[in-house]
């Protein structure tokens, strides 16, 4: 998932949690626009804080990853030279 979707999905949902908040109270749903905008500000940031945390925990894992293949590959070759002795 990119930025640019995480971060204006995030944000969409805000606004649509800002109207359903104002449609519960039973309070006209576009009589400050500013919620609206501050609404949006605070989930498209939650979505930015959530994109950058799934690359890095993406990119720890390809780390891992290397690094087990490496000891596997290892393994093998220790297992390899004793099966010959």
């Known amino acids: ?3 640019l979707t ?6 969409a949902f805000g606004v649509l949690v800002r109207t359903y908040a104002l449609g519960i ?3 006209p749903i576009f009589s400050n626009p500013s919620t609206h905008v501050v609404a949006a ?3 498209g940031g939650a979505g930015y804080f959530f994109s950058q ?3 890095r925990q993406n990119s720890l894992i390809e ?3 290397d690094l087990l ?8 070759e220790i297992a390899k030279q004793q099966a010959a002795l």
């Open 53 to 55: 945390a799934i690359d």
């Open 25 to 27: 109270q039973k309070r």
């Open 63 to 65: 780390g891992k990853k």
């Open 6 to 11: 995480s971060v204006s999905g995030f944000a």
């Open 41 to 43: 500000a605070v989930f």
């Open 1 to 3: 998932m990119s930025v």
């Open 69 to 76: 293949l490496k000891n596997r590959e290892r393994a093998e």
